[in-house]
């Protein structure tokens, strides 16, 4: 048994239905350390069977054997790993990856072995050392003579220390200097105990090696033996594995830089999409939080006021409206409840007055947590004995300086009706406590005091509202009013009303985001056009390089590697163009606030956390999603025919 056995290899083209048969039945057996030349006419099949011997082909019949094994029992898996560790390629026309440098084309190969990121650079210097290239590592292919580059292409071949070296024409376009030189270096591989194949046109460089096979009509018309082959090394191959992860984002990273230009703008095409769903959200943070915050400064959502809900005729009956301690306790008793607290007020029949001045007042109440504490401009709440003034009643009782009231005593008057339902005057001298807003603040007493003047004339009042604060979050509010809208009288009806904001502040904040995630979706949509730009590009970037995926698969990489290749760069695309859309915004948001700040005095754009994670997901999963279809194209390419694109 042979180290590489060829048996009846039968190879056909075909155009339409006619088949052009190429291979017609070819046996051959190699051993290591030989050094063999297929010498053929042009078009005689050379480069076909030399396809088929480096896996690069399965399309044909028959068998290839390596080691007592045959290629066509190999998985796709196994192939890759064959023409990783087995083959090194040396093809006719170079294959070097023109946006790689000289040492970075050898170490794609490298990057497929089991070598430390050191030992595979120190490897690869070492090869280019060996091939006389020590001074051009840095050049890119283009800047290389044609016998530059095919000693570039001979290192790649061995940097992985493949069994196997297949050199197609390796001295075609080379002078006969450069072509001594590369058969030399061929010569020093197979007395490395490799076996070396090299397909060529010319007698001379055949004669240099151990062997000539000459194909003519897609058969061996010839084998011939013409020095010993060289002694077997100690085998110790490189274990390898595909390029790993790490390697295509490298790689898709040194692409995106190559292709500079055209990336930047495709970021900053994509990163507009994003851009306007970032700063839609951070507009619906600020414009939310800018109109809680003015609720909030004109009333407190989290107080509610509870009074009995009854008809017109039960509305004189003190009995019927007062809130009795029942009412209370169960109120008490809902979940965020706290602090509920006794009210009066009284409509009309109210006076104050400061020597000869009298102010009607239309409403009086008692001091509760829907008063804000901020409505008071000057002086403070009423304690007890104390009374609070809204400044239009203060300004009937001195024009020019209503808060001078403030500390000074005035008379409380109020008319109503005693226990035998006389009409009496109840009167008291109370202190100002402070001058409040009208729209906000309320003429008012504590309740303490309010009892204490009807008790005075032996009038004994119930509370007929209670007020009650609600904790924690304002969206609170609706479940405890929902709660309380739940109690029924024995007429089947509401037995409270209540009176809050809390549950319209709640209300219209569920709108307010409503609006906001309407206006993000719109803005959205032009991300559909960043996903079918990244689309495009990448089929662009795919057919640009179908030669770099055909060498990538002839040196072993999988169709996975080749696939995230496409995906790492969608990655990036989509990372990068989501970075610049959020400084973008953030740039947008910084000048927005700058100018709302002398307007309003609030943040009107407020970008959280949550937008800005949501913003470079977003980016990153519809890049993705855009790749799926290039980068499946690119995986499905068949490695042969990508090698011929040009
Ligand atoms: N993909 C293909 N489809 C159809 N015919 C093909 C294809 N590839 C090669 N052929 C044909 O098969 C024959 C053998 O081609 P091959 O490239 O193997 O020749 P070769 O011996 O390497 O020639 P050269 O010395 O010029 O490189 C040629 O006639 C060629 O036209
Ligand atoms: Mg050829």
Redesign the pocket.
């Known amino acids: 048994m042979a180290y590489l056995e060829l048996h009846d290899i039968k190879k056909s083209?075909?155009?339409g239905n006619e088949a052009?048969p190429?291979l017609k039945g070819l046996n051959l057996s190699f051993e290591q350390g030989e050094f063999v030349s297929i010498l053929?006419?042009?078009?005689?099949?050379?480069?076909?069977?030399?396809?088929i011997i480096g896996g690069l082909d399965s399309n044909y019949t028959g068998d290839v054997v390596l080691n007592g094994q045959s290629l066509r029992h190999d998985t796709n898996k196994q192939l890759d790993a064959y023409r990783r560790q087995t083959i090194g390629f040396i093809f006719?026309n170079f294959n070097l990856i023109s946006h790689l440098t000289v040492l970075q084309n050898v170490m794609v190969s490298l990057e497929m072995t089991t070598l430390t990121r050191k030992q595979q650079e120190d490897r690869a210097r070492e090869l280019l050392n060996q091939v006389g290239l020590a001074e051009h590592i840095k050049k890119f292919p283009n800047q290389l003579s044609g016998g530059q580059k095919q000693r570039v292409a001979i290192a790649r071949a061995l940097a992985s220390d493949p069994e196997i070296i297949i050199a197609?024409?390796p001295t075609g376009a080379l002078d006969s200097q450069n072509t001594q030189e590369i058969l030399e270096l061929l010569d020093q591989i197979a007395t490395d105990g490799k076996l070396v194949i090299t397909?060529t046109?010319s007698q001379t460089v055949a004669n240099y090696g151990t062997r000539i096979v000459r194909?003519t009509d897609g058969q061996i018309s010839e084998d011939q033996q013409i020095k010993q082959p060289y002694q077997v090394g100690n085998e110790n191959e490189l274990s390898t594995h595909t390029l790993k992860f790490t390697a295509t984002l490298k790689m898709a990273l040194e692409n995106m830089r190559y292709n500079l230009k055209r990336n930047i703008l495709i970021i900053i095409g994509a990163a507009i999409g994003i851009f306007s769903v970032i700063v839609m959200l951070g507009l619906g943070n600020g414009v939310q939080g800018y109109i809680n915050h003015e609720i909030y400064s004109q009333v407190n959502p989290n107080a509610l006021q509870i009074a009995k809900n009854v008809s017109d005729s039960e509305s004189a009956n003190p009995n019927k409206i007062s809130m009795q301690s029942k009412d209370k306790n169960r109120l008490r008793k809902i979940k965020h409840v706290k602090n509920v607290a006794d009210g009066y007020y009284v409509q009309g029949g109210s006076q104050l007055r400061l020597g000869r001045k009298t102010a009607a007042v239309s409403f009086m109440q008692t001091f509760n947590p829907t008063i804000l504490k901020k409505s008071i401009t000057k002086g403070s709440a009423p304690k007890n004995g104390q009374i609070l003034l809204t400044k239009e009643i203060a300004a009937k009782l001195n024009k020019k300086h209503p808060y001078s009231l403030i500390g000074k005593k005035i008379t409380f008057y109020q008319n109503t009706l005693n226990r035998q339902k006389r009409p009496v005057t109840l009167s008291k001298t109370l202190t100002v406590s402070g001058v409040a807003k009208a729209n906000t603040g309320s003429t008012s007493m504590t309740y303490q005091t309010m009892k204490a003047i009807y008790q005075a004339k032996k009038i004994k009042i119930q509370p007929n509202f209670v007020t009650l604060e609600v904790t924690g979050s304002v969206k609170n509010v609706k479940p405890v009013q929902n709660k309380i809208k739940t109690y029924r009288n024995s007429r089947h009806k509401q037995q409270y009303t209540i009176t809050g904001v809390g549950g319209f502040v709640d209300t219209l904040n569920t709108y307010i985001n409503l609006a906001v995630n309407v206006l993000a979706t719109i803005a959205g949509i032009s991300l559909l056009v960043s996903a079918i730009m990244i689309i495009v590009v990448l089929y662009i970037s795919v057919s640009e390089r179908t030669k770099e995926i055909g060498i990538l698969r002839a040196l072993g990489a999988s169709k996975g590697s080749i696939r995230n290749l496409f995906f790492s760069e969608a990655f990036f695309i989509g990372l990068f163009s989501s970075i610049l859309a959020i400084g973008l915004a953030e740039g947008l948001a910084a000048v927005a606030n700058h100018i709302a700040q002398s307007g309003i005095h609030y943040q009107i754009m407020q970008i959280v956390p949550g937008n800005i994670l949501f913003g470079v997901i977003v980016s990153i999963v519809i890049s993705l999603l855009a790749a799926l279809a290039p980068a499946g194209k690119a995986a499905r390419l068949d490695p042969?025919?990508s090698l011929?694109y040009e």
């Open positions: 083209y075909y155009l052009f190429v053929g006419e042009s078009g005689g099949g050379k480069t076909t069977l030399m396809n006719q197609d024409e397909v046109h194909l042969i025919e011929s």
